[in-house]
């Protein structure tokens, strides 16, 4: 089954959720602000997509965060700040169910995906 992560206000998250319900692809959504983040889940998508691919460094999120923290973001650390700030993480995060993790939402991409 389909799981699309993120933030249920965020206008990208809307897009992606309208776009998954037009083309009639089912699908769970987990608000992680809402149904919250374990450390686990966050290991392992650092482990497959990279903490840089995670972190939203364009996010209004990242813009408040001091220069040090930015600076000192790393592997080690950024799981911690993704826990404590979930907004700096990247949306939307679709779990494809088969060990596949797709970041991000493009139209195009999601017809290649689904249709």
């Given at each position: ?95 494809l169910g088969d ?17």
């Open positions: 089954m389909l799981t699309i992560y993120g933030i249920k206000n965020c206008d990208t998250m809307k897009k992606a959720l309208k776009w998954l319900t037009e083309n009639g692809i089912e699908h769970t959504f987990h608000d992680y602000r809402k149904a919250g983040l374990t450390r686990q889940m966050l290991l392992g998508w650092e482990a497959q997509l990279g903490w840089e691919l995670l972190v939203n460094k364009r996010g209004t999120t990242w813009r408040k965060f001091d220069d040090e923290v930015k600076q000192k973001m790393n592997s080690e650390n950024s799981i911690d700040v993704m826990l404590e700030n979930e907004a700096v993480i990247k949306r939307p995060l679709l779990d060990g596949r993790l797709e970041l991000g939402f493009k139209a195009e991409r999601y017809a290649e995906l689904f249709l």
